[in-house]
């Protein structure tokens, strides 16, 4: 199981249970931690709905009580690829 | 006493004089770090200088390098007892006189070169990056360091102290804000263009090129840097790009900044004492070589409410800046002086008040100033208030600031993103609202029957009263005064 974090203004931008496009850091322990990906994924209040965990931050950095099951379905570039 | 050449040298000189501690025992990278370093700064405690950091053997941290005055006097070799207008004119001193112009060292005479990751084996995260505060946005890279940049066609060289995120192992995203040098050799020329910009940060940076990096002067930093340490600082050529960087730094990060291609930034606790800019798609860092010393030591500035080296060295430097430009014009200055307290947002000016409207000149050209988007009250007062000593000027503004004729509002200017109190529309342009707050007695009244008289113990008795008082304090009955 792998946990993540996502920062949002608001927790209406966590739709359930359809692909999304959100940029999570991971909280895995490990010298990665807090790095950052973007990916297309589904979340749900469910917990045991998806394998890894996601937790939320908002906008100020306050943690929020809720908490998300998230499937990761791919990683999206958006960097260009003469920087990679 | 010799002013620190590096930041191995000050460590050394604050163990020595009791301004640092050396903590043996490992400290996390996450929250821990930072914690301590934040602690300090509100205690005013001594720097911490961590020599055993979790999952990274080998480095360590120097937190709150410049928090307190005693570690800025060392910083400028000086007497840690010094007083702060002592500190103040030496800084004048020596930042008037003519610019040292660097050296360029050989690689192998330059101390951040003994490592180097180039290619695949660049990661950020094989360096400490620590998360500073919990619930920052991200580990910061830069909270205490320099983002070396070169300006394309003028050629000038900036130093500035742009916070950094790290991203990804190779990203970091940056707060620049769009009235800085590099906000603005960006806005005028890459962006535009669609050219990268090709950038260095060097963390681990002798006092007194981190301070110069922080000081809003018209010299260019590594001539200022010359200038505070009375001799050339010494510059080393980096691996991929062809900017400069201090042969003696710690670390340095080579690399270029994306001009199509934006990553999330933030929040971060700044030094306002708040988490006040929202996360957003900020300026971008592509790491393309990492070098760094043997046994680095990262140095960490933990931003938070007063008082940290963001409050005491802006302060600082943009007092006497303001000082600097105020008698270039001939206004008829006395001091200036930012409580550190203020997060560098109210500046105290001491003029003689010989002619109406001083005040607001003041602060027009303060406002006006490159110096102007950093702080946004000015309060002016006489020359017989000390402007170091808060309870009288908090007197003098409470009691000689007219609510209608003596508070002067200029709206629409630059301001930060990072005011507590703008709106969001404000802070997501840079806009800015300032006043004046003129504490003077208007030059119209009659001295003699409408200036009322101040009534301290040492302006209503006569001199041999006050001396025959002090004398017998004690035969009164009472402790000494120190």
Redesign the interface.
């Known amino acids: 199981m792998n946990q993540w974090e996502v ?1 949002v ?1 608001s927790e209406k931008e966590l739709a359930e249970d359809t692909d999304l496009e959100l ?1 999570i ?1 991971t909280l895995n322990p ?8 973007r990916v297309k994924c589904q979340v749900s209040s469910d917990l045991k709905k998806y394998a890894d965990q996601l937790q939320v ?1 908002l ?5 929020s009580a809720s908490r998300f099951s998230i499937k990761v379905l791919g990683e999206i570039q ?3 690829a003469k ?1 990679a | 006493m010799a002013a620190p050449r590096s930041n191995r040298e000050f460590v050394e000189a604050c163990v020595k004089s009791g301004d640092a501690v050396r903590i043996k025992q490992e400290v996390d990278w996450e929250n821990e770090a930072g914690a301590i370093v934040r602690r300090a700064c509100e205690l005013a405690a001594p720097a911490p200088f961590m020599e055993k950091i979790k999952d990274y053997p080998g480095f360590s941290y120097f937190g709150a390098p410049l928090s307190t005055y005693r570690r800025m006097a060392i910083s400028m070799g000086m007497d840690p007892n010094a007083s702060l207008p002592e500190i103040g004119k030496e800084y004048v001193k020596r930042t008037n006189g003519e610019p040292i112009a660097p050296v360029l060292v050989d690689r192998k005479d330059a101390p951040c070169k003994e490592n180097i990751l180039k290619g695949k084996d660049v990661d950020l995260c094989k360096l400490p990056i620590p998360l500073v505060h919990d619930g920052d946005g991200g580990r910061y890279v830069g909270t205490w360091h320099a983002v070396v940049t070169k300006h394309p066609v003028r050629g000038d060289v900036n130093w500035g102290m742009y916070r950094q995120m790290m991203f990804d192992s190779r990203t970091m995203s940056g707060a620049v804000f769009p009235f800085s040098d590099l906000g603005k050799a960006l806005n005028d020329y890459y962006l535009p263009r669609g050219e990268s910009c090709p950038f260095a940060t060097a963390i681990g940076l002798s006092p007194l090129a981190a301070m110069a990096a922080c000081a809003p002067s018209p010299i260019p930093e590594p001539e200022l840097t010359g200038m505070l340490a009375g001799e050339p600082v010494k510059l080393v050529k980096c691996e991929t790009n062809d900017l400069e960087v201090p042969a003696d730094a710690e670390i340095i990060l080579e690399g270029e900044i994306c001009p199509d291609y934006k990553v999330e930034e933030g929040p971060f606790g700044e030094y306002t004492g708040y988490r006040t800019s929202p996360r957003d798609f900020r300026v971008t860092f592509r790491v393309n070589c990492i070098t760094y010393r043997n046994n680095a030591t990262m140095t960490i500035s933990n931003m938070g409410v007063p008082q940290d080296e963001g409050q005491l060295l802006r302060s600082f430097s943009l007092g006497l800046e303001l000082e600097k430009l105020l008698k270039s014009q001939g206004i008829p200055v006395t001091g200036v002086y930012m409580h550190p307290r203020s997060t560098h947002h109210m500046m105290i000016v001491g003029v003689k008040p010989t002619y109406s409207g001083v005040a607001q000149q003041i602060g027009q050209l303060a406002f006006g100033s490159k110096l102007g988007p950093w702080f946004h009250m000015v309060m002016v007062v006489d020359d017989q208030t000390d402007i170091y000593n808060w309870d009288e000027v908090y007197h003098a503004f409470c009691t000689r600031c007219h609510p209608e004729n003596g508070i002067h509002i200029y709206r629409n200017s630059p301001g930060t993103p990072l005011y507590p109190f703008a709106t969001p529309h404000e802070r997501k342009f840079s806009i800015g609202s300032k006043v004046v707050f003129d504490c003077l007695w208007p030059t119209d009244w009659d001295r003699i029957n409408d200036v009322p008289t101040l009534v301290s113990f040492k302006n209503v008795y006569p001199k041999d009263v006050q001396e025959k008082v002090m004398s017998n304090w004690t035969a009164y009955g009472y402790p000494a005064v120190k």
């Open positions: 920062y203004n940029t850091r490990g010298l990665h931690k807090y790095t950052y990906k931050r906008g100020r950095g306050q943690l958006r960097m260009p920087y």
